[in-house]
């Protein structure tokens, strides 16, 4: 029976020790993957706004989606000082319509605004087309049959399913390129956005705008079209009101294009806001209100933008002045200090340097 007993007593210790063994074996597995994927927390932050909703503690009354035209054009912060507005950004670095659509599905999953805008910008690309941006919009998503569904329609040829559940499988190379911001992130981020608001305080005068080509055809996809269908489907599904919107940037777009969007708008019964055509009712001015020569707005603009377009939400759309509800304008306040402080830290940098060293491509991206 000593025997038996004795024999027994071994195998449960080789069964636990072989259990210890495979949880360390995880446990470094998941260290090092979180230590070797890119933290976004400096230079191209943008990788980082996906996952920062997810921290959110108050309820949104308009929810924003798009690319660059999205979160570089409106201060939620700046909506809730003026108007009581609750508002989030869900954008990404040249988010496609059909992610726009699942990161939508996403965002009805713990709240329903009264209110989705829709920057028309990402229409012009029916396709994505860039694992890097694919990347910074999908890996920050939480995982739900909708982040699954986003990763199946926006992989590029080279990429696998497995490297978005196993992200080592695409960032084992990145040793060399570690810095000290990868080590001091591995667990937790810094917020880098407001609200999903990308904050830009340096300004660089428009310039003289580039010779657009002409195109074949200016119909957008019908892959990018199908996708549009289906969120504004959602939209009426869910009872909340869609507004399509441009921002008032001249570059790159064509007049052809906005005639697209006004015909399947009015087809509809969408509102669609090009604001290039109220730049002079918001008092915008192009020799200070970008900072890269007209291509996107900077926090001069996107407050001048912000304060004319929460006054036309409070107009038309009975959203809730969130000032007068102590819990959310608590967390407001935290939220603005946090603006002031950023906007403080960037003008400071601008006045040392002429330049923001630390935004930008020609930053060291972590």
């Known amino acids: 029976m000593a025997g038996r007993s004795e024999k027994g007593s071994k195998t449960i210790k080789k069964i636990i020790t072989a259990l210890v063994l495979l949880a360390l074996s995880f446990a470094v597995l998941w260290f090092v993957q979180r230590l070797l994927m890119p933290k976004y927390q400096k230079g191209v ?38 108007y009581g507005i609750s508002a989030y950004i869900r954008g990404s670095g040249e988010q496609y319509i059909c992610q726009t659509y699942y990161l939508l599905r996403d965002v009805l999953r713990t709240e329903t605004p009264k209110v989705v805008v ?12 860039n694992e890097a941006y694919n990347r910074m919009t999908l890996d920050g998503m939480r995982w739900s049959q909708d982040k699954i569904d986003a990763i199946n329609v926006s ?8 490297s978005y559940v196993f992200p080592i499988l695409r960032y084992h190379d990145r040793w060399d390129n570690l810095t000290g911001t990868d080590f001091e992130h591995v667990f ?4 880098t956005s407001h609200n999903g608001y990308y904050m830009r305080c340096d300004v660089k005068p428009l310039g003289k705008l580039p010779r657009q080509m002409p195109l074949i055809t200016y119909k957008f996809g019908e892959n990018a079209m199908s996708y549009l269908d289906k969120i504004r489907l959602l939209c009426e599904e869910k009872g909340i009101e869609l507004i399509l919107v441009r921002a008032p940037i001249e570059f790159g777009w064509y007049e052809q294009w906005d005639e697209n969007v006004e015909k399947y708008a009015e087809q509809y019964g969408l509102t669609y806001i090009n604001f290039c055509d109220h730049a002079d009712e918001m008092g915008l001015d192009m020799t200070t209100d970008t900072y890269d020569a007209g291509q996107h707005l900077n926090i001069y603009g996107a407050e001048k933008l912000s304060v004319y377009f929460g006054q036309y939400l409070v107009d038309n759309y009975g959203l809730t002045d969130y000032r007068t509800v102590p819990e959310v304008a608590s967390e407001y306040e935290k939220d603005i200090k946090f603006y002031y402080d950023m906007k403080a830290d960037q003008l400071r940098e601008i006045e040392m340097y002429g330049e923001l060293k630390s935004y930008g491509a020609n930053a060291i991206e972590s």
């Open 118 to 129: 829709l920057s028309i910008h990402n229409l012009q690309h029916d396709v994505p087309r």
């Open 188 to 191: 937790s981020k810094d917020i």
């Open 45 to 82: 932050i943008e990788g980082s706004f996906t996952e920062e909703y997810y921290r959110e503690k108050v309820p949104h009354d308009v929810i924003f989606f798009g690319d660059c035209d999205a979160y570089e054009s409106y201060s939620p912060i700046k909506m809730y000082e003026e």
């Open 155 to 162: 992989m590029t040829k080279d990429e696998t399913f497995a």
